[in-house]
C-alpha cells in the first residue's frame, strides 16, 4: 500500500535552516506529483509547496525565495529546504501525493492528493 513518511521536523530559533523528507512507497513515484503542506495552530491547511514528475515547482507567496521542493526518484524521496524560518512557519507538516503515472499538474490544492504522510512537527522561536 502507499505509505508516505516524513522526517526531519524540529525545533528552531527565528533565521535557522531544517530539511525535511518524506519517502514514498507502494506506487511508481517518478511519474507522480508531489507536495508539502502544513497546518499550524489555529490556522487552515496551507499549501506550501508542490513538484510535478518534470520537477516543475510551484510556492506558496509566504514561503517564496526561502523555501526549495526537490525530489530524488532514484531514492523514492521528498525534500523541502526551508531558511530563513519564522515563527509564523511554527506548524506540523505533511507531505502529499497524487500518484498519476504521469502527472504534471503538481498544484497547491489539497483535493488533488490522495495519499498524506502523518506529518513531522515544526517549530520556530523568535
Known amino acids: 500500500q502507499v505509505q508516505l513518511v516524513e522526517s526531519g521536523g524540529g525545533s528552531v530559533q527565528a533565521g535557522g535552516s531544517l530539511r525535511l523528507s518524506c519517502v514514498a512507497s507502494g506506487y511508481i513515484y517518478s511519474g507522480s506529483c508531489m507536495a508539502w503542506f502544513r497546518q499550524g495552530p489555529g490556522k487552515e491547511h496551507e499549501g506550501v509547496a508542490s513538484i510535478n514528475r518534470l520537477g516543475s515547482t510551484t510556492y506558496a507567496d509566504s514561503v517564496k525565495g526561502r523555501f526549495t521542493i526537490s525530489r530524488e526518484n532514484a531514492k523514492r524521496t521528498l525534500y523541502l529546504e526551508m531558511n530563513s524560518l519564522k515563527p509564523e512557519d511554527t506548524a506540523m507538516y505533511y507531505c502529499?501525493?497524487?500518484?498519476?503515472?504521469?502527472?504534471?499538474?503538481?498544484?497547491?490544492?489539497?483535493?488533488?492528493?490522495?495519499?498524506w504522510g502523518q506529518g513531522t512537527q515544526v517549530t520556530v522561536s523568535s
Open positions: 502529499a501525493t497524487d500518484p498519476s503515472i504521469l502527472c504534471t499538474s503538481a498544484t497547491l490544492g489539497r483535493h488533488q492528493y490522495t495519499y
